[in-house]
T-cell receptor, first 111, second 116 residues
């Protein structure tokens, strides 16, 4: 079983739709969680950190469920520019240590 | 915000050539940098953790003599692919953290390596 698992998709949605991605992690000692966005043939860019209390940044909402060991990303009012691969990232240590990346979920928003 | 610069962005060379890729943190000091490789339509694979002033830590299955890492200063890490072959063709990306207590990584632009 992979340490971080994501539904690869692809998710094909119309503009304006709401779409949610889930990510599960296997190590209960995991401390830090992030969502990154990667456009085709580009480097990943940090989208947002994920906190236990949940956090929102504009159209994006991230939530963490420690008991069930999953995190989620909700995108409201999808834009064409949201089309990308979304990577779930988990760290065991808050200080130093390597990150474990999920394989990514591909989103295509269509007009 | 934190910027990580990677150079070159694209390399095409003949089989057997050694290729050096540079990763620089432009506005912060990075004691730790990471090197990843990504094949088309696949996820990022961590190759090694580069530590300033000490030897890199390689992931299982990554040949340290094939992929030489040098982290001579707090702002520069280099990855040298020695005697590259077509199967080494990939997208190589570095990343760095702004500090030991900062977990989020900032990625370089990546280097697309094509070995003929």
């Amino acid at each position: 079983r992979k340490e971080v698992e994501q539904d690869p998709g692809p998710f094909n949605v119309p503009e304006g739709a709401t779409v949610a991605f889930n990510c599960t992690y296997s190590n209960s000692a995991s401390q830090s969680f992030f969502w990154y966005r990667q456009d085709c043939r580009k480097e990943p860019k940090l989208l947002m950190s994920v906190y236990s209390s949940g956090n929102e940044d504009g159209r994006f909402t991230a939530q963490l469920n420690r008991a069930s060991q999953y995190i989620s990303l909700l995108i409201r009012d999808s834009k064409l520019s949201d089309s990308a691969t979304y990577l779930c990232v988990v760290n065991i240590n808050t200080n130093a240590g390597k990150s474990t990346f999920g394989d990514g979920t591909t989103l295509t928003v269509k007009p | 915000g934190a910027v990580v610069s990677q150079h070159p962005s694209w390399v095409i060379c003949k089989s057997g050539t050694s290729v050096k890729i540079e990763c620089r943190s432009l506005d912060f000091q990075a004691t730790t940098m990471f090197w990843y490789r990504q094949f088309p339509k696949q996820s990022l694979m961590l190759m090694a953790t580069s530590n300033e002033g000490s030897k890199a830590t390689y992931e299982q299955g990554v040949e340290k003599d094939k992929f030489l890492i040098n982290h001579a200063s707090l702002t520069l890490s280099t990855l040298t692919v020695t005697s590259a072959h077509p199967e080494d063709s990939s997208f190589y990306i570095c990343s760095a953290r702004e500090g030991p207590s900062v977990v989020a990584q900032h990625f370089g632009d990546g280097t697309r390596l094509s070995i003929l």
